[in-house]
């Protein structure tokens, strides 16, 4: 329905700009992209204290932010149970950062947040500065593995937000599905990660290593 929706929305706007040359089109499809970004701006209320995302980003990070807290709530049920101040914690496939700020409104909390996905890095770290939050959250463009080397990242869909990517084969918890896109990325084992960066154990690990 979305999808269809959005098409109309384009022909809409086609229309409306056929009198305009190129460049003032150019101008005006810009301007028409800033105000639906600048409307895209969420503030969402948690137990924890209120969180900011840029919603529009993609229809998977505009989903997942309207339904923060509804789709994993025990994931937010884990963070406020388990997760102590003074604590640290490894978010594996952090996405656009939802669970990672959300323990680190605690701010003696320590995120370690790594996400292999280019699109969904660029977010994260965004919303990381959006909300303050850089003084205890690291955002690391790496994947966990279970062995270090170079590796391929299949993303089922080429778009911000979009989760259950996967290394080396094309499939995730759900069964197999046609990659739309593969990014190399260097992804290392945990013992390794604490051993070349001098980085502690964590004493939580939210999320799964990718397996080969």
């Known amino acids: ?6 098409s109309v929305i384009g ?36 137990k924890r204290g209120v969180l900011k995302f840029y919603a529009l980003r993609g229809s998977g990070t505009a989903s997942s932010v309207e339904n923060m807290g509804k789709d994993e709530p025990e994931t937010m049920e884990w963070v406020e149970t388990y997760i102590k101040s003074g604590e640290t914690i490894w978010d594996i496939g952090a996405n656009i950062g ?4 959300y323990a680190a409104l605690d701010p003696k909390v320590k995120v370690m947040a790594f996400e292999p996905s280019a699109l969904n890095y660029g977010l994260l770290v965004e919303h990381i ?3 303050k939050l850089d003084k205890n959250i690291s955002p690391l463009c790496i994947a ?19 989760a259950s990517n996967s290394i080396g084969a094309s499939g995730n918890q759900f069964g197999e599905f046609e990659t739309a896109f593969s990014q190399s990325v260097p992804a ?12 502690p154990v964590p004493d939580h690990i939210k999320g799964a290593v990718l397996d080969n």
């Open 1 to 6: 329905m979305s999808k269809k929706v959005a």
């Open 11 to 46: 022909k809409f706007i086609d229309i409306a700009t056929l009198p305009l040359n190129r460049r003032q089109k150019m101008k005006t499809m810009a301007r028409v992209s800033e105000t639906l970004q600048r409307e895209g701006y969420r503030e969402v209320e948690t």
């Open 98 to 101: 939802m669970y990672a700020m």
């Open 129 to 131: 500065a959006l909300n």
């Open 144 to 162: 966990l593995n279970d062995e270090t080397k170079i590796a391929s990242l299949n993303m089922k869909h080429f778009e911000t937000g979009h």
């Open 188 to 199: 290392i084992r945990g013992d390794d990660f604490c051993k070349f960066f001098n980085q």
